[in-house]
């Protein structure tokens, strides 16, 4: 790095306004050099809270610490569930479970819980559309990352796009591992295409490298038993239902399109 490049990146010192505490500015200065947003923020507003409270230094320290700590933990969410890429914003708390009653909600709420992820199972939603597929996908994904995991959301077909594209152009392996360091992939509309050879071939190296070693999440609106129209080839197909099954998680969202009746209520 030049001296130039230094010099960009130094913060510049704040022009002390007239009647400012000289004290709040030199403050303020080095939050920004350390790095410490919300201190630099907020640390006139603890000040006068501990004086009320008859705080110790001890004490005004901790809480500064702890409002900077929480804030930064609340950033580091936010920033992987917008790196996840999920299509739309959904939460398992805004799914209604009143108008799919084939969902247990208590079946889905404890795979907002990470330990799933972390023992590299695998998880199926399968069920027609308009049932919930996408929404649970992305809610327990969104809950995922809240939890500081990495998750990456595509469909499949996109998924097939970029591996096809990454191997004409010879950077294969550079994009399998990138997937590969996703705690969490998440395969959406897994139904809605037909693999070639090449397709099937790039897509079940995805699973091979997957394989209890990271998770993966996948959402059909086929049952098993009819994944062979995009497989055509059964051999893989066979592999990837039982990469997907062994000791694997199972939501049935069932036949009826709760977005029908949502439409058909509304009219």
Known sequence: MTTTDRAART??????????????????????????????????????QALRDRSNYK????????????DRDERRKQRLVRDAAF???????????????????IYVNNLANPGWVRAG???????????????????????IAEHGLRVRYTTAANLVNELAEAHAEKRLSRTLHRYSRYDLLAIDEFSYLNLDKIGMKLLFQIFTERE???AIAVASN??????????????????????LTFNGYL?????????????LEQR
């Open 222 to 243: 086929a049952p098993f038993s009819e994944w062979g129209k995009t497989f055509t080839d059964e051999r893989p197909c066979s592999a990837i239902v039982d990469r």
């Open 11 to 48: 913060p510049r010192p704040r022009q002390t306004a007239p009647g400012a505490d000289p004290v709040d500015v030199a403050i303020e200065q080095a939050c920004a050099e350390l790095r410490l947003p919300t201190i630099r923020d907020r640390f006139a507003d603890i000040a006068e």
């Open 87 to 105: 299509y739309r914003p959904k939460r398992l708390e805004d799914f209604d479970y009143d108008k799919n009653p084939d969902v247990d909600e």
């Open 59 to 70: 004490g005004f320290l901790l809480d500064l610490l702890r409002a900077e700590m929480a």
């Open 212 to 214: 209890e070693r990271k």
């Open 251 to 263: 939501i049935e969202t069932g036949a009826d399109s709760y977005r029908l009746k949502s439409a």
């Open 121 to 143: 199972a695998p998880l199926v939603l399968i069920g027609n559309s308009g049932t919930g597929k996408s929404p649970l996908l992305i809610g327990i994904g969104t809950a």
